[in-house]
């Protein structure tokens, strides 16, 4: 059994301070008391490739565990190791992150896409932002309504820390246009 569910959230900025704002997300110390789960981000690599314009940037993102106490408990770990993938396609203005759990993975498969480009009604000064998410619990998979139950209460805490992450996406984009003087990025 799968939960998935899919979501898009509208920020009312330009895609440049949005996808600026994704980067600051979880290194702005403010953050921690919104985003406590986030335990530590490290970038392991990035490249840009001068022909296409793309830069490509793995990260390595150690998160609490979002599962229900005992299903920590049968695990016997609070943490979590993530790998999150981003491109950043600046000439076409998209920039597209794909996350999954590295660890844990004999027990839960996580993945979470999100993509930022500018929003089709107004691409000069909004930014449509579309996460999809799949949880996968796997050792429960023989008592179906246990892992159902398991898989739903780990999509509601993804979805609570969705909210959290916009509201740290919106304070952040604020902070820079506030930077930047109003002025145009």
Same mark, same amino acid.
């Given at each position: 059994?799968?939960?998935?569910?899919?979501?898009? !959230?509208?920020?009312?900025?330009?895609?440049?301070?949005?996808?600026?704002?994704?980067?600051? @997300?979880?290194?702005?110390?403010?953050?921690?008391?919104?985003?406590?789960?986030?335990?530590?981000?490290?970038?392991?690599?990035? @490249?840009?490739?001068?022909? $296409? *314009?793309?830069?490509?940037?793995?990260?390595?993102?150690?998160? !609490?565990?979002? *599962?229900?106490?005992?299903?920590?408990?049968?695990? =016997?770990?609070?943490?979590? !190791?993530?790998?999150?993938?981003?491109?950043?396609?600046?000439?076409?203005?998209?920039?597209?992150?794909?996350?999954?759990?590295?660890?844990?993975?004999?027990?839960?498969?996580?993945?979470?896409?999100?993509?930022?480009?500018? !929003?089709?009604?107004?691409?000069?000064?909004?930014?449509?932002?579309?996460?999809?998410? $799949?949880?996968?619990?796997?050792?429960?998979?023989?008592?179906?309504?246990?892992?159902? @139950?398991?898989?739903?209460?780990?999509?509601?805490?993804?979805?609570?820390? $969705?909210?959290? =992450?916009?509201?740290?996406?919106?304070?952040?984009? @604020?902070?820079?246009?506030?930077?930047? =003087? =109003?002025?145009?990025?």
């Amino acid at each position: 059994m799968v939960k998935a569910y899919r979501q898009e !959230h509208i920020y009312k900025h330009p895609w440049e301070r949005v996808t600026c704002a994704a980067w600051r @997300k979880f290194a702005d110390p403010e953050n921690k008391t919104i985003l406590p789960h986030i335990l530590d981000v490290d970038t392991l690599n990035h @490249k840009l490739d001068p022909s $296409s *314009g793309k830069l490509y940037t793995t990260r390595a993102i150690t998160v !609490h565990c979002p *599962g229900p106490w005992f299903l920590r408990r049968i695990v =016997g770990q609070d943490i979590c !190791h993530c790998l999150e993938s981003t491109v950043v396609d600046a000439p076409s203005r998209s920039m597209q992150l794909t996350s999954r759990n590295i660890s844990l993975q004999k027990f839960i498969e996580v993945e979470e896409k999100t993509r930022y480009d500018p !929003h089709p009604d107004n691409p000069a000064e909004w930014t449509i932002c579309q996460q999809e998410t $799949s949880i996968r619990i796997k050792p429960l998979s023989a008592l179906a309504s246990m892992a159902e @139950k398991v898989e739903q209460r780990c999509a509601d805490r993804f979805l609570q820390n $969705s909210v959290k =992450g916009r509201e740290v996406m919106e304070r952040i984009c @604020k902070y820079l246009e506030a930077e930047s =003087g =109003g002025l145009a990025l």
